[in-house]
């Protein structure tokens, strides 16, 4: 509709101008000049949007391929990065928007990947404890036994229950860990107290094991981390030691500040690790075969990396087997 307006008014613009030249030039010789030039000019004029035309069909060929290509996963046959055209910029754009949403999907299929495997791994560690607690259900509804008996089949399956528990615990944590979901207040805050937190939750069960626990920390001593979280971490590596520490044995945290990072070292003088595993040991669910018999899922290593680390700090291990380990936190002072 547009155009066939266009070309009326052009016609009436053209028909007027005639008139007007018949009305007002009286020569024929400077009419027919003024008609040529006239001529002339309307007919570049109709090359020039002609020519224009084919610049923007062109134009949206090319777009048209790139976008063909992207889709069918390629890289386009006409891009060139590096003309000075307008074709090409919008290309480098679209290349930039298909790379953001590869890296988008490749990452989609990543998490994807890893949720997979998380369950894997959460289904393989819960069906130990509630198969457990069945068969001991089990048991204690069809045989009748001695009330001994009953009070040490409910005693293991309270166990159980602590292990699951634990488990569901540590699950938690870690999906709040990996979602980041949970928020850290990182601040200038004493070492002392948060090791102090640290240390009361595993304090007991050192205790009932004859395990000493030793601190080495001044009070002035401060760096900057979130209390709470690193607490958590601490306890982790504290809990850890305690479990692979044999009894009578001894565990000793000690600070060291430093110009830029304040280092915490939690010794023990358990089994050791093999220096094969010192990066896997970090890793969620590994157990190591020499740490088969003792409890646990292995999620506390993991997750004390992963705390340590949302605030820019580092953890790595030394050891020796037979005579224990050395798990060194660093944190920004």
């Known amino acids: 509709m547009c155009r066939l307006f266009f070309v009326a008014g052009a016609v009436m613009f053209m028909a007027v101008l005639f008139w007007l030249l018949w ?180 304090w007991a069960k050192a205790e009932c094991r004859n395990i000493e626990i030793s601190v080495e920390c001044e009070d002035h001593v401060t760096a900057q981390h979130d209390p709470k979280w690193t607490a958590e971490a601490l306890f982790n590596l504290l809990d850890n030691a305690v479990k692979y520490t044999p009894d009578g044995g001894s565990v000793t945290v000690s600070v060291s500040p430093w110009q830029f990072y304040t280092r915490i070292d939690v010794r023990d003088t358990g089994m050791g690790i093999p220096e094969c595993h010192y990066h896997d040991v970090f890793k969620r669910f590994f157990r190591a075969q020499e740490a088969a018999g003792k409890e646990g899922v292995g999620l506390g290593l993991y997750l004390a990396n992963g705390i340590i680390m949302r605030q820019r700090g580092y953890i790595c291990v030394k050891s020796k087997e037979g005579e224990g380990s050395v798990f060194s936190v660093y944190l920004l002072t």
């Open 23 to 202: 009305r007002e030039v009286p020569a024929a010789a400077v009419r027919r000049r003024i008609l040529a030039v006239f001529g002339g000019v309307t007919l570049l004029a109709a090359l020039w949007a002609r020519y224009q035309r084919w610049q923007v069909s062109r134009f949206a060929d090319e777009l048209c391929q790139t976008l063909d290509a992207l889709i069918a996963g390629r890289e386009p046959e006409q891009y060139h990065p590096y003309e000075d055209s307008l074709t090409s910029k919008v290309q480098g754009k679209l290349m930039q928007y298909y790379d953001i949403m590869h890296e988008g999907r490749r990452q989609s299929e990543k998490d994807k990947q890893i949720i997979q495997e998380l369950v894997s791994d959460i289904s393989h560690q819960v069906r130990t404890p509630v198969s457990n607690i069945r068969m001991f259900t089990g048991i204690l509804q069809q045989h009748h036994l001695p009330e001994e008996k009953k009070a040490e089949f409910l005693e293991l399956m309270e166990g159980q229950v602590d292990k699951l528990d634990f488990l569901m615990q540590s699950l938690i944590r870690m999906s709040r860990l990996e979602t980041g979901t949970f928020v850290l207040n990182i601040e200038k805050a004493r070492l002392t107290d948060t090791i102090a937190r640290a240390v009361s939750v595993v």
